[in-house]
């Protein structure tokens, strides 16, 4: 079987030692070295997490297949605290819709299934140090590419359907930024570093959609303490800042954003 082919429910039955030995492979194929084969538990199962060096870049394996991607808001209800938060961010003007749920609607993607490729992710995104047309030619130079929009969701989600990475609650007693031991801080199923901090906005090859943050939109405008987490959530594409990256305003800010580089089979 081609590494391409990997299914994250293949990857899912592997013992240890068959981890690693995939492991070895992935990083023989791209001429890299294994830096870490370790087990977690993800999803009510073991998940193998695996780290390849290469060119002094550290990438984690991402088993594709077939996935769901999106938000499930139909079998989705906000807690009351959720409710109650983001009523108070609707008195003082922010968000979108009479309520929660319909602010979701706009913010994230639907609910689908896609077929994925298994990929390398770099488990920092870096920043751009040209404008997002020129990016693409940069790490073509360095035999690498950008993630696409579903790859990236898949790599920040795991799997999981919940609003976060980590789950569907959030801290509602402090924003994320500066908030050093909230669940953001914490390495991803696939030991990627992502979605950490909502002053980061990770582009990819879809230009209607941006990841991982809002530049930092919802924390200085003081939408209040939902709406700020909420740039994390796995599916959010942030359309609002999407124009933003996009459009005039953008052109000269290219720095302040940034990309996760793909390295394929």
């Given at each position: ?33 294994v830096t870490l084969v370790e087990t977690t538990e993800h999803l009510g199962a073991p ?219």
């Amino acid at each position: 079987m081609s590494l391409t082919d990997l299914t994250l429910h293949q990857w899912r039955t592997f013992d240890p030692l068959t981890a690693r030995r995939t492991a070895q492979e992935a990083a023989d194929q791209v001429g890299g070295r294994v830096t870490l084969v370790e087990t977690t538990e993800h999803l009510g199962a073991p998940l193998h997490r695996v780290r390849i060096e290469r060119n002094g870049q550290e990438f984690a394996l991402i088993p594709g297949g077939p996935v769901s991607l999106g938000f499930d808001l139909d079998n989705w209800q906000p807690t009351p605290e959720q409710a109650a938060d983001y009523a108070e961010s609707l008195e003082q003007g922010f968000g979108y819709g009479p309520d929660l749920r319909a602010h979701l609607a706009r913010e994230l993607s639907a609910r689908r299934s896609v077929h994925l490729a298994t990929v390398l992710m770099a488990v920092e995104d870096e920043n751009l140090t040209e404008p997002p047309a020129d990016m693409l030619d940069v790490l073509s130079a360095r035999g690498l590419r950008m993630p696409s929009s579903d790859e990236w969701e898949h790599a920040c989600g795991a799997g999981a359907d919940t609003l976060f990475r980590w789950g569907n609650d959030c801290p509602l007693d402090r924003i994320p930024y500066g908030d050093h031991v909230g669940p953001q801080n914490q390495l991803n199923a696939f030991g990627l570093h992502i979605a950490y901090d909502t002053y980061r906005t990770e582009l990819t090859s879809d230009v209607t959609a941006v990841h991982g943050g809002d530049g930092g939109e919802s924390v200085c405008g003081g939408y209040g303490h939902l709406l700020a987490w909420l740039p994390l959530a796995t599916a959010n594409r942030n359309p609002s800042m999407v124009e933003f990256v996009y459009g005039p305003d953008g052109e000269d800010m290219y720095e302040d954003f940034s990309a996760r580089p793909v390295l394929t089979f």
